[in-house]
Structure formats: structure tokens, C-alpha cells
């Protein structure tokens, strides 16, 4: 299939107009916002679950992964 949007062939095109719509809405602070609190959120979860489980993380990200162990 030719031209396939959003990464899929059969994927749904609203997708990016959903995401282009709430970056519209927040503006510029409200994403800025939206970000420091993903970060201060993934940080919080890292320093909880570090406790009981081996976690690699990447301090520039907020993703991080865990590992049982």
C-alpha cells in the first residue's frame, strides 16, 4: 500500500490530528508543563520501584527499564 499514514498501513489517519489537536490546546507552556511533569512522574516511579526490582535507566529519558532479576 502506497502513502500508509501514521506508520501503518491500515493505521487511522485521526491519530496525528488527535495529537496536533492536544499540542494546540496545551500551547507552548502547557507542553512544557506536560514534559517536566512526565519527568518528575517517570523519576518518582523509577526511585519506587528501585527498591525492589534491578531498573537501567537513561537519565535523559523518561523511560526506563526494569528487569526481574
Known sequence: MQHAVSAAPYGSASILL???AY???L???GVKSAT???ILNAN???S???KN???YYTPTTTDFVRTSL
Open 44 to 46: 518518582y516511579m523509577r
Open 53 to 55: 526490582i534491578m531498573i
Open 36 to 38: 517536566e511533569y512526565a
Open 23 to 25: 499540542i494546540m490546546m
Open 18 to 20: 488527535i495529537s496536533y
Open 27 to 29: 500551547g507552548g507552556e
Open 48 to 50: 519506587r520501584l528501585a
